[in-house]
């Protein structure tokens, strides 16, 4: 393997599943957003990006119903258009952003996000997640988690399914800020929903490692709010 991820000895097999654990959890935990290391001059070829969509339609959705739609876009004037509205929302963002203190992570996370405003034009592929009709009242909130939920699952999915082929992506939504004119610009009707957009390209560099992240036991309560689960054996 070339990431470094402490990882289950390779080869490791999960009794039940077959499954090789060191590889699977070295795809979760190394994909990435990824931004500044996307090859700008390299095209990905539209079947490679369907075979990510392909996988990205087995993922969880409400009822079955097959109402996720995709768009790719790799039109270098139609990239222009949609570009100019992502930099209107996205260039103000990350500048207020930048001006607060951060840290070294955070510093790293803007910085990504201002290469991104800048040269999303240049970004070989877009990929646009939508659904076919569009959400309920924002007060809906248990309505709202479904609806995304049908959605979000496959956009995950694609994302997985590009970092094992050597593909990165990242998940961003400024667009989204300019819905309707993104809409005329690709000829969406009013009916549907863009949910996120992927730039895509082919990744440069070999590895990825591990985000740090906080032990699970740190983030995770047991039957109440911060009630620690416990290690094993340690209940009398």
């Known amino acids: 393997m070339n990431d470094n991820d402490p990882n289950p000895t390779p080869g490791t097999r999960h009794p039940r599943t077959g499954f090789d654990l060191a590889e699977a959890d070295r795809l979760l935990k190394t994909t990435k957003q990824v931004r500044r ?45 949609i570009a100019k509205r992502y930099v209107e929302v996205g260039a103000p963002y990350l500048e207020g952003h930048s001006s607060a203190p951060q840290d070294q992570r955070a510093e790293r996370v803007i910085e990504s996000g ?61 667009h989204l800020e300019h819905e309707a004119d993104i809409a005329d610009v690709l000829g969406i009707p009013s009916t549907v929903t863009q949910v996120c957009l992927l730039p895509v390209a082919y990744y440069t560099g070999d590895t990825f490692t591990p985000a740090p992240r906080r032990p699970a036991r740190e983030v995770t309560y047991l039957n109440r709010w911060k009630q620690p689960v416990e290690p094993p054996g340690s209940r009398t």
């Open 37 to 81: 290391r996307l090859d700008l001059s390299r095209p990905v070829p539209n079947d490679e990006i369907l075979e990510c969509i392909d996988v990205a339609s087995h993922a969880p959705m409400g009822g079955n119903l097959e109402r996720n739609r995709w768009m790719i876009i790799d039109d270098a004037s139609t990239k222009q258009e």
């Open 114 to 174: 201002k290469f991104l405003v800048e040269h999303l034009a240049d970004v070989p592929a877009l990929v646009l997640a939508m659904r076919l009709d569009r959400p309920p009242p924002a007060e809906a909130l248990g309505s709202t988690a479904a609806y995304y939920g049908s959605v979000l699952p496959g956009v995950w999915s694609f994302q997985l399914a590009a970092r094992a082929r050597g593909v990165g992506s990242a998940w961003t939504t400024f």
